[in-house]
């Protein structure tokens, strides 16, 4: 697990040099030509790591195209102008868009500061339906029973009646 960590960091390091000499992220299209001594290195990255993925997601050979990339940036990227930093920046975006290298994981929430779920809320509602709908049906109200079963519908559930009362389930 420690490779993986320094080899993370390797990949950010190599970032954060690149995006503090070129901090504005214009996109170029990956298909257009990039000139200079960096145009066939830059284009072998991006040649290995789609044949990687084409080749059944070989993710190995994926994050060896990756790292060819990390070695040319770290041997280039002081002398690199900045179109070629561009360039370095657009290869890594596009990797990333597949790898999600750089994914952003959300804040998990905890039981004790998180409030009901969308699916609690609904939950809470088809029951509170369920009890109204067995009131209509001691009611004879056979109409307003439906409808109140096609409104738990609506929220994802079906009902079934019971010898108790009702019962809940998912659809």
Not at 70 to 89: G, N, P, Q
Request: proline share 4%; with cysteine; glycine share 4%.
């Amino acid at each position: 697990m420690g490779s993986a960590t320094n080899s993370l960091k390797r990949i950010d390091k190599v970032l954060s040099r690149l995006r503090k000499k070129y901090p504005s992220r214009v996109k170029r299209d990956p298909h257009e030509e990039l000139g200079g001594r960096l145009r066939a290195p830059l284009d072998a990255c991006i040649h290995d790591f789609e044949t990687a993925m084409c080749d059944d997601l070989n993710t190995p050979r994926a994050y060896a195209a990756l790292f060819k990339w990390v070695a040319l940036a770290e041997k280039h990227l002081d002398d690199a102008s900045e179109e070629e930093t561009a360039a370095f920046l657009q290869v890594f975006e596009q990797m990333n868009s597949v790898l999600g290298i750089e994914y952003d994981v959300p804040p998990v929430q905890t039981a004790a500061s998180s409030g009901p779920t969308s699916v609690e809320n609904h939950l809470l509602a088809a029951n509170e339906l369920a009890k109204r709908r067995m009131q209509l049906k001691e009611l004879k109200d056979f109409a307003g029973a439906d409808a109140l079963r096609q409104e738990i519908v609506a929220l994802g559930f079906s009902i079934r009646d019971t010898k108790d009362g009702f019962a809940l389930d998912t659809l």
